[in-house]
């Protein structure tokens, strides 16, 4: 594969970014990402009861809330370093193929684009960084606005989110028809960067960046922002909403989740040796003491 950065962003068949090479893994693509239902199962019920808190209380009122709260950017000073280190003490409550601090999973995700394209430092840090927003959950976000899939509020939900069947229910956005038609409150070909998601680590992330002025390429900005869009990214929901452009957004994306998903595993980079060459790129492209 080559990632060609200047005047074509992504020269790729995306259909090579879905199966990952056998490398990448330590148990078969199929297993990843399960979702069945299994109540004598303490992490896929943990998982589950995580999703339906999120699909019960996520509607465009508390999106709305959320954006009002955090984006003053006045809860805390920190350098991205801090930020990171704190991730030692997070566990994702709705990851079903981890239960590593989040701090290995960036490490992990991080080692792997380095690998595969060595010449590009800004996807290495994007790797690294790409959950950093889930330190709302130690500022008073409760997991479920933190983590997990995202998915468009104010409009008709999807028929691929996670859970889709039972975990909406009593969420009152699914009975108010300004919100519950297939376009609901948007138009159509609206574009990516104009709908409403799911509050959670990725829209924090991405505006704590643009805050902050961070010098990552819109490539990254955007990786960040939607990585965990899955039913637009990996399932093909929203495609009514979507502008032309997009489609780009969505092959960084797969390229992406190469590193994000696939590289979840039980071997632990050794985050001491790594610290330098990431604290170089931390100085290049989001120095110093960030507001969040």
Known sequence: MKLIVEENPLVIDPSELLRPEAEFTEKSVSKFRDYTIDENDPLKEMVRKTYRQMHLNQTVD??????????????????????????NDLIDESD??????????????????????????WLH???LIHDLGKIMAFYGEPQWAVVGDTFVVGCRWSD????????????????????NTKYGMYKPNIGLE?????????EYMYQVLKHNKSTLPEQALNIIRFHSFYPWHSSGDYEYLMKPKDEETKKWILTFNRYDLYTKSTKIPDIDELWPYYQSLIDKYMPGVLDW
Not at 77 to 84: G, V
Not at 104 to 111: N, Y
Not at 166 to 179: A, L, M, R, T, V
Request: with cysteine; charged share 25%.
């Open 62 to 87: 508390f999106v709305k809330q959320c954006h009002k709260r955090w984006m003053n950017f006045d809860h805390l000073k920190m350098t991205t370093r801090e930020a990171l280190e704190k991730l």
């Open 96 to 121: 079903p193929d981890t239960s590593l601090p989040n701090i290995v999973h960036a490490f992990q995700t991080a080692e792997r684009a380095r690998e595969e394209f060595p010449e590009h430092d």
């Open 194 to 202: 104009n709908l409403m998601l799911s509050w959670g680590h990725d």
């Open 160 to 179: 691929n989110i996670v859970y889709r069947d039972e975990s909406f229910i009593g969420n009152p956005d699914g009975i108010n028809p300004k919100y």
């Open 125 to 127: 840090l994007t790797g």
